[in-house]
Nanobody, 133 residues
Framework: QVQLVESGGGSVQSGGSLRLSCAAS????????LGWFRQAPGKKREGVAA???????SYTNPVKGRFTISQDNAKKNVYLYINNLKPEDTAMYYC???????????????????????????WGQGTQVTVSS
């Protein structure tokens, strides 16, 4: 069973930076797509970034240029670097994983323009990010 544990959230001022981490375990092989999502109170969960098993990355428009997703060489941890934080970034941030072929999320994003939550079966419990102005 895939398990995901997020960490690194916190309270920061506008313009600050954070690094979110997601420790993954239970993989049967390296062919996984990983994604970061966020959900603000009263809003739907939205995908912000994803990385496929071949290293392809996807970013949604609100975070392009400020968020960077990366993975360690062992592909056991995935990170989300968030720069120039804005109050509208305040949300619970979730890590998600799904067994998939190379470029799977990237292809979906190019087609749909979103990173769909329905693509992923495995989810972490989330880490809270709060940005004050």
């Amino acid at each position: 069973q895939v398990q995901l544990v997020e960490s690194g959230g916190g309270s920061v001022q506008s313009g600050g930076s954070l690094r979110l981490s997601c420790a993954a375990s239970g993989y049967t092989d390296d062919s996984y797509s990983l994604g970061w999502f966020r959900q603000a109170p009263g809003k739907k969960r939205e995908g912000v970034a994803a990385i496929d098993s071949d290293g392809s990355t996807s970013y949604t428009n609100p975070v392009k240029g400020r968020f960077t997703i990366s993975q360690d060489n062992a592909k056991k941890n995935v990170y989300l670097y968030i720069n120039n934080l804005k109050p509208e970034d305040t949300a619970m941030y979730y890590c998600a994983a799904e067994p998939a072929g190379p470029g799977a999320v990237w292809t979906t994003y190019r087609t749909l323009g979103i990173i769909p939550a329905s693509f992923f079966r495995f989810w972490g419990q989330g880490t809270q990010v709060t940005v004050s102005s």
